[in-house]
């Protein structure tokens, strides 16, 4: 039945559950929806993530 209302858009595909299980981790509390595929979060949060860190490492890595 779920394949059945994916296929009309009703429901979410398998590729979408995975980015909505994603989205609902939350990790900033700081996060808000504020539009229409609009998300905000405060800077300071957004560094602190593992991913921002990781990131940022492999940034200075390639900087120097």
């Given at each position: 039945m779920s394949k059945l209302l994916a296929f009309f858009g009703l429901a979410p595909n398998d590729e979408q559950k995975e980015v909505l299980k994603h989205l609902r981790k939350k990790e900033a509390a700081s996060m808000r929806v504020v539009g229409r595929g609009t998300l905000t979060m405060n800077a300071e949060d957004a560094r602190s993530t593992e991913?921002?860190?990781?990131?940022?490492?492999?940034?200075?890595?390639l900087v120097g």
């Amino acid at each position: 039945m779920s394949k059945l209302l994916a296929f009309f858009g009703l429901a979410p595909n398998d590729e979408q559950k995975e980015v909505l299980k994603h989205l609902r981790k939350k990790e900033a509390a700081s996060m808000r929806v504020v539009g229409r595929g609009t998300l905000t979060m405060n800077a300071e949060d957004a560094r602190s993530t593992e991913k921002s860190k990781a990131f940022i490492d492999k940034i200075d890595r390639l900087v120097g």
